[in-house]
């Protein structure tokens, strides 16, 4: 039985996916406006939660449609990150997640970028994505709708709140996870190279 191919990468700019990663990359000024702002929690709530949800959207319309692109290769991470970057920023400024939310968080995410740049300097591009990372992008991007409705309406509260904080701590212990994974392929690539080189050098 044949297997099917993977979708080709095209230049295309202007496709329906990427309409869909640009007003999600919309979303988020508006989110941290509503937040920040007026503190319009309920509505920041519906915003986070469209936001976090279509997630998968994208990336599933450029499969079925064979209309993936490079720039829609970057946009869907990017707004990834930008959601998950400014929900923390809001909401450790509201403080709706406590510091050491947001600083383990952060930490994961500068610990990838040194290993970028490392993998970056010996001529490797990034390493694939994992589907523990985005897993952990998807669970986070569900839990932060949830805290910020525990906190918007205290009815909501008792539910919301457990919830909420479960989601949270599963998201971070995949996000590690995924990052020790990470951290594995940029070693045995290092090595690789190293081994490489070595042989090289003998061969010479």
Known sequence: MSQQAAPFATDR???LPNVISFVRLLGVPLFLYLLLGPEKDVAAVVVLALGGTTDWVDGYVARRMNSVSR???LLD???DRLYILA???GFTVREVVPWWLTAALLLREAVLGVALLV?????YGPPP???VGKTGTFVLLGAFPVLLLAEAVPAAHSVAAPIGWGLAWWALGLYWAAAVLYLAQTRALLRADRAAGSREAVAG
């Open 71 to 73: 720039l829609g290769e």
């Open 13 to 15: 700019i202007w496709t």
């Open 129 to 131: 994505v994992h589907y």
């Open 119 to 123: 993998l970056r300097r010996h001529g």
């Open 87 to 89: 929900t923390l920023v």
């Open 77 to 79: 991470p990017f707004a």
